[in-house]
């Protein structure tokens, strides 16, 4: 957590109620991100900024666990518990704000699972300690073959990245980082307040522990940019639509030496001509002459790996599934699910005079003796 989490109103910024679902905030961040970013607006400092602020605002309320501190913490600022300290007496201190006990302080700012209290200090995790980078989220759309066997492909991302300048550095190439004399590189100092101590970022270096005597002309010192980036994925065999891939550590970069976020691609796949999926099988439809159904007939069957040799017995009805074993989709363990072939007895609409004729001579002969609907009386 950082101290924009009290100072801004996430929600106000992509313009969303507080009770707004997962999938409003991610279509408001999508229209705000395409108004505002640096390629619609070049030179533009405060479309600039202001996608700055929309990319943060999106990066923690798309995380469940992120948003749920981020809201604990503005609920506390609406509440007026962040309206400063004063002295302690009466077992508690407040300034116009929540009184809280002393004795409530280490529960409420140290146990709250690292959330609140690590905007203070209290936790365990001082603020300017290693802070892991958003992730970032994009989509993928793949043929059914890909999907099916998997790929290796690229795709497109938007967001912050390691400024291509400094590399990250901060500085402006050919100068050099030194670390911060008043805290020593820690990136907090010291405060008394009262009958206690209380750390806080250190306000020459901003928390990071670094000063940076010449910022990088590209990112201002911030070791990131927000650009476009391409990005190879392996798309694993077998993958569904609507997937989710997490890519580890392509997501922004973290901050203070913190670890990167991870990218999120969405997989679209699009639907066969042919072929359709169930679970790990591969179902078609063949089609087969009256002929083939009544006399039986080995029929070429086509798959995703070629064709296949199917035996149709002779007798066979319209619907009849018959199961090629191995013929569908990898699992895991490198096995594979079957092709699923349904038969479908296809009747002709164009006959000639002699195959009218010969049919006529068939039902005369064979068919008046058995009759298909005879289950159907009442």
């Not at 969303?16 to 640096?38: C, F, G, M, W």
């Not at 591969?282 to 035996?311: H, M, N, Q, S, W």
Request: aromatic share 6%.
């Amino acid at each position: 957590m950082n101290r924009d989490w009290v100072e801004k109103d996430f929600y106000k910024v992509l313009g969303v109620s507080k009770t707004a679902s997962a999938d409003e905030i991610k279509k408001a961040y999508r229209k705000l991100a395409q108004k505002y970013h640096p390629d619609a607006n070049p030179g533009d400092k405060a479309a600039e900024d202001k996608f700055k602020d929309i990319s943060e605002a999106n990066a923690t309320l798309s995380n469940k666990e992120q948003r749920e501190e981020y809201d604990q913490v503005r609920q506390m600022v609406d509440s007026g518990g962040f309206r400063g300290f004063g002295a302690p007496g009466g077992g508690g201190f407040g300034g116009g704000g929540q009184r809280i006990r002393m004795e409530d302080l280490s529960d409420l700012l140290g146990g709250a699972g690292g959330g609140l209290g690590d905007l203070f200090g209290f936790g365990g995790r001082a603020q300017s300690g290693p802070q892991r980078g958003a992730d970032l989220a994009t989509e993928l759309h793949l043929s059914f073959e890909d999907a099916i066997a998997g790929a290796t492909t690229s795709v497109g991302v938007q967001g912050e990245a390691s400024c291509r300048t400094c590399r990250g550095s901060g500085a402006e190439p050919g100068t050099s980082v030194e670390t911060c004399r008043v805290c020593g590189g820690s990136g907090m100092t010291a405060q008394s307040q009262g009958f206690f101590s209380m750390t806080q970022p250190c306000q020459n270096c901003a928390g990071s522990g670094r000063v940076v005597q010449q910022p990088c002309h590209t990112c201002g010192g911030r070791g990131t940019e927000m650009r476009s980036r391409t990005l190879n994925v392996k798309i694993p065999a077998g993958v569904r639509d609507g997937a989710t891939i997490r890519l580890k550590g392509k997501g922004s970069p973290g901050r203070n030496g913190g670890p990167a976020g991870d990218l999120l691609v969405k997989t679209h796949v699009a639907t066969h001509p042919i072929f359709k999926r169930r679970g790990d099988d591969i179902t078609v439809k063949l089609p087969v002459t009256f002929t083939e159904a009544a006399l039986g007939a080995e029929i070429a069957v086509p798959t995703l790996d070629g064709a296949v040799r199917l035996k149709v017995p002779a007798g066979t009805k319209s619907g009849k599934t018959f199961r090629v074993r191995g013929r569908g989709v990898i699992r895991p363990r490198g096995r594979k699910g079957d092709l699923l072939a349904t038969v479908e007895v296809v009747v002709p609409t164009k006959l000639s005079r002699d195959a009218k004729k010969a049919l006529q001579n068939f039902h005369d002969q064979f068919e008046t003796d058995e009759n298909p609907r005879a289950h159907l009386k009442v």
